[in-house]
């Protein structure tokens, strides 16, 4: 469960934006695959595109173990301000699959402008850890209906302060429009399902990776998750997460892959598919 958990949380927030794939291919032959290139004059960058749809593959230590999804349903005008539904999944697939139905799905209603959520929707099946939960996000404050099937409901509210809270899918379509110098760093806080997750992130350079659409020039960026508390302060008895994030170097940043390090092995989340209108 944790491993899928982890992939989920890191899928949504790989998604939260992207750009087409038909003019990424580089017919003129990029360097090896790993080797850093130049870094590229910085673009306006765009959060969110209506009707964007990605298809993605996971595979634990090598052996495929979930596929994924990822699509922006609607736009929509919210008074002078404009809103944005966003939905992921995740589900067990290959060998896993096997041994485990888990499922994983969750919807953001985002403020495009902010790039911050207004509510979030969430629904595990992971038996017999399922659970459905709500989040309100008002001011500095988030608030959690959390429904166990084992257990009674809970109501949480958590209190961010000045810090501004995230969740998975608002956190990376702020990632995807950081520019920044390599090494840069940036904290940002981030909440999965009832749980909060302090995500320190540092910016690299740009690297050449395979994808499916062949070798693309892709910026890398750095992250480390820790588990925290309600009041912001990490929880040292949990060790960290380790993950890297690899998307298009240009104004789209579609993203190519998310590697994520679990007590299991690594979990590699490939781009296999892109759609947009």
């Not at 988030?142 to 998975?168: C, S, T, W």
């Not at 050449?208 to 309600?230: C, E, K, M, P, W």
Request: hydrophobic share 45%.
């Amino acid at each position: 469960m944790d491993m899928c958990r982890a992939a989920a949380l890191l899928l949504a927030a790989a998604t939260a934006c992207g750009g087409g794939l038909g003019e990424l291919a580089d017919p003129g032959g990029p360097p090896e695959v790993g080797a850093a290139v130049p870094e590229a004059p910085a673009e306006a960058l765009v959060a969110i595109h209506a009707g964007e749809q990605m298809r993605f593959e996971v595979r634990l230590a090598g052996v495929l173990a979930g596929e994924a999804t990822f699509s922006t349903v609607a736009l929509a005008q919210q008074g002078a301000g404009q809103t944005a539904t966003l939905t992921s999944s995740i589900r067990s697939a290959g060998a896993l699959a096997l041994v485990k139905d888990v499922r994983d799905e969750a919807t953001t209603v985002l403020d495009v402008g902010a790039l911050r959520p207004l509510s979030t929707t969430s629904a595990v099946r992971a038996n017999p850890r399922d659970y459905a939960a709500e989040t309100r996000f008002v001011g500095a404050k988030a608030e959690i209906d959390f429904r166990p099937n084992d257990g009674p409901p809970q109501h949480l509210v958590y209190d961010f302060g000045a810090a501004e809270a995230h969740d998975a899918h608002s956190a990376m379509a702020t990632m995807r429009v950081w520019q920044a110098a390599p090494g840069t760093q940036r904290t940002m806080w981030v909440l999965g399902g009832r749980r909060i997750w302090k995500v320190d992130l540092t910016m690299g350079r740009t690297e050449v990776i395979g994808t499916y659409g062949g070798n693309q020039a892709a910026l890398r960026i750095d992250g480390v998750a820790s588990r925290a508390f309600a009041n912001l302060t990490v929880d040292t008895k949990r060790p960290p997460r380790t993950f890297s994030v690899w998307m298009s170097d240009d104004a789209d940043r579609v993203p190519f892959r998310i590697v994520a390090g679990t007590e299991l092995g690594d979990v590699t989340i490939d781009l296999v598919d892109y759609q947009r209108p």
